[in-house]
């Protein structure tokens, strides 16, 4: 297997979880079924997994070595054996996204906290495949809520001109999303805002090519805008996206974030958080 092979395979199974999509089906955890089914050697599926982890682990140990992180970790006030989940897309169904960092940030810095975490994020989903999702959600009844969604919605397929879900759909669709959240969550629902694409960088990836598919950067910028003016909670992370750092916050696919990415986010989420709990 060629290290280019390697680098592109790595690309796939970081972002595609057949084991979450498809749990219905047999052999959906077995690593022999989901090696071959992304094309490598079992042993090679397993130490590429590994290799997630340890980015993860490396990562929030990075975080935790800043003063403002850690003391954010050690003060945000959660109840007892709290459940926190997340619903979302690629961005969070990442095996090294913020909340697998934060998650092990928790792990390290408050292990007497016995927090469950619950990440049902799926690539690829949209505010509308989301009502699936929130079905999980519904039945975990989790203490705190995060959602970051909107960026496909923003996706086009082939030459048409409409997107997967019109703005209009969207408006609904939050809506919906926030009011069947806040009916389960215990405690806090909370969005995330989407920051949008690289466009041109899109359209050169090898991978999103194969889906004849690109992102409106606009749509998902009014998205973000039209989270920031609901009711609910929301953390802001458009900011972190902007300015001269912009391009090393994503992957070359234009699409998906660098591990230095996944790094900011989880920063100013633990601080958005530890805000929003600490004004209960």
């Avoid at 997994?49 to 954010?72: H, Q, W």
């Avoid at 194969?210 to 458009?238: C, G, M, V, Y």
Wanted: proline share 3%.
């Amino acid at each position: 297997m060629s290290q280019d092979d390697l680098e592109k395979a790595k690309r796939i199974i970081r972002f595609f979880h057949p084991e979450k999509r498809f749990s219905f089906m047999s052999g959906a955890n077995d690593p022999a079924v989901l090696a071959a089914m992304f094309g490598v050697p079992q042993d090679t599926y397993l130490a590429i997994r590994n290799e997630f982890e340890l980015n993860v682990n490396l990562a929030a140990r990075e975080l935790l070595n800043e003063p403002d992180y850690l003391k954010s970790i050690q003060q945000i006030p959660l109840v007892d054996n709290a459940t926190i989940a997340v619903i979302g897309d690629s961005l969070t169904d990442d095996y090294q996204s913020w909340f697998e960092i934060l998650q092990k940030s928790f792990q390290i810095a408050r292990p007497e906290a016995n927090i469950t975490w619950v990440n049902t994020a799926l690539s690829g989903d949209t505010t509308m495949q989301l009502f699936s999702t929130l079905t999980q959600i519904e039945a975990v009844k989790p203490d705190y809520l995060f959602c970051l969604i909107g960026t496909n919605d923003g996706r086009v397929h082939g030459d048409g001109k409409k997107s997967c879900t019109g703005f209009r759909e969207v408006i609904d669709n939050l809506s919906e999303i926030a009011t069947r959240a806040e009916s389960c969550v215990q405690k806090e629902f909370i969005w995330i805002t989407p920051v949008g694409v690289q466009e041109d960088w899109i359209k050169e990836d090898w991978l999103l090519n194969k889906f004849n598919a690109s992102w409106s950067h606009q749509q998902i910028l009014q998205t973000a805008e039209l989270i920031r003016t609901r009711p609910e909670k929301h953390i802001d992370i458009t900011e972190i996206f902007a300015g001269e750092r912009r391009d090393a916050m994503f992957l070359e696919d234009g699409l998906h974030w660098s591990l230095q990415g996944q790094k900011s986010v989880a920063r100013s989420v633990v601080t958005g958080f530890h805000r929003i709990l600490m004004q209960r």
